[in-house]
């Protein structure tokens, strides 16, 4: 897919306007705190995923410098080609709440557009991936999911429901132990769609290794070697367990953790403890990465899930690429752009020199929110 225009109105700090980029490498250019990661944030936002940056819907209108609070308002126009026509989506954020417009029909969600974008970004928050704990990997893990599957985002959010409900009667048998009786209930719900998490998961990983080490091995002229494999928190869950098999391991886990479960309050084992390792050589890349391997450990993840997408749907993600040259060697950064043909890539940078342009390149520079 490729986007043909954007406008935004009243987005951050966006003045007004059209862009019109090209089929291939766009790069956006421009000093600090000029524009840029907001047009790629403006972009991301049609996939119907929230911001990357962690914004709130309430958020992204304009700021009114005078009354110190953000306007009510903000429009995004997207005209895009996919599934081989020419499409629309306007996206509108009112009091902090979104609705859609898909191809002129009106839509009450923002998350109708789910599956209608489908686009891969990378920013220097998703160092984050490899630096911080499993819930940022879990997080890559759900959102890639979701734009492939878009089912899966319901799957999700039911089996979180009945964790807290699990949760809430965990800490009220604490009062009424007579209720322990009813914690099977849960157990076996939550057993149910856990295991289907669990198997999404899985499988989605299985499917992504080999593209991750590809796309490393490239970026790292062989030099060194990725490997990513699942850490379910469910110790008897192992690769390709049928389902009934993979809610059996989840209902024993349990029932072994329960009287742990019951001390604290809360659900210890599941899905929602889940994790995946990522090693460089054998060793962890969040212990012992360089500053350069982590960014393109991450950069090798956010590549293969396009990959992975493109496979998956047929067409091919955009790519948003915030910041991502800085850190990169010579080497690694040729590679990236070599790797990108082929593909709609919009690239923010300081100075555009240092982006080699590929044949259907074009150059977008941001002042003070103006895109030129
Ligand atoms: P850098 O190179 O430092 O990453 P950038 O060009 O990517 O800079 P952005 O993150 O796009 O910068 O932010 C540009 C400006 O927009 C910042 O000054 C920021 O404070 C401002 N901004 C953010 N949200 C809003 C908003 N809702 N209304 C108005 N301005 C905003
Ligand atoms: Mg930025």
């Not at 000093?31 to 790629?40: C, D, I, M, P, S």
């Not at 609070?69 to 996206?91: C, I």
């Not at 752009?337 to 709609?344: A, D, E, K, T, V």
Request: with cysteine; charged share 25%; glycine share 8%.
């Amino acid at each position: 897919m490729h986007v043909i225009r954007l406008a935004t109105q009243n987005f951050r700090n966006l003045e007004d306007g059209e862009l019109f980029p090209c089929k291939g490498v766009n790069v956006i250019y421009g000093g600090n705190a000029q524009g840029k990661t907001n047009l790629l944030e403006s972009l991301w936002l049609f996939t119907g995923g929230h911001s990357f940056r962690g914004a709130k819907d309430a958020e992204l209108p304009k700021l009114d410098v005078q009354k110190g609070t953000n306007t009510s308002k903000a429009s995004l126009a997207l005209d895009f080609h996919s599934e081989e026509r020419d499409q629309s989506a306007v996206l509108n954020f009112e009091n902090g709440r979104r609705n859609s417009v898909i191809n002129g029909v009106k839509k009450k969600t923002g998350s109708a557009l789910i599956g209608k974008v489908c686009a891969v970004i990378f920013s220097p928050e998703h160092l984050l991936l490899i630096k911080e704990g499993p819930a940022r990997r879990r997080g890559f893990l759900d959102g890639a999911l979701c734009q492939m599957k878009p089912g899966y985002a319901g799957l999700l959010s039911v089996y979180n429901r009945s964790l807290l409900q699990r949760n809430a009667l965990l800490k009220d048998i604490s009062r009424y132990p007579e209720l322990e009786d009813t914690l099977s209930v849960w157990d076996l719900r939550l057993a149910k769609l856990g295991a289907e998490v669990m198997r999404e998961r899985g499988k989605y990983l299985e499917r992504l290794a080999p593209k991750v080490h590809g796309v490393y091995a490239g970026i790292s002229k062989n030099h060194e070697e990725i490997q990513i494999s699942y850490s379910p928190s469910v110790k008897n869950y192992v690769e390709n367990l049928s389902l009934p098999d993979a809610e059996q391991a989840f209902l024993e886990e349990l029932a072994r953790t329960r009287n742990t479960d019951l001390r604290s309050g809360f659900t210890n084992s599941g899905p929602h403890r889940d994790d995946f390792e990522i090693m460089l050589d054998g060793f962890s890349a969040r212990v012992y990465g360089s500053q350069g391997q982590q960014r393109s450990t991450v950069l090798a993840l956010k590549l293969a899930e396009a990959e992975l997408l493109s496979d998956f749907t047929g067409e091919t993600p955009i790519v948003l690429l915030d910041d991502v040259m800085s850190e990169l060697d010579q080497s690694r950064q040729d590679y990236l752009m070599n790797h990108l043909h082929g593909r709609q890539v919009f690239l923010t940078c300081c100075s555009p020199e240092t982006v080699e342009l590929l044949k259907t390149g074009m150059r977008f520079r941001v002042e003070a929110g103006k895109v030129f």
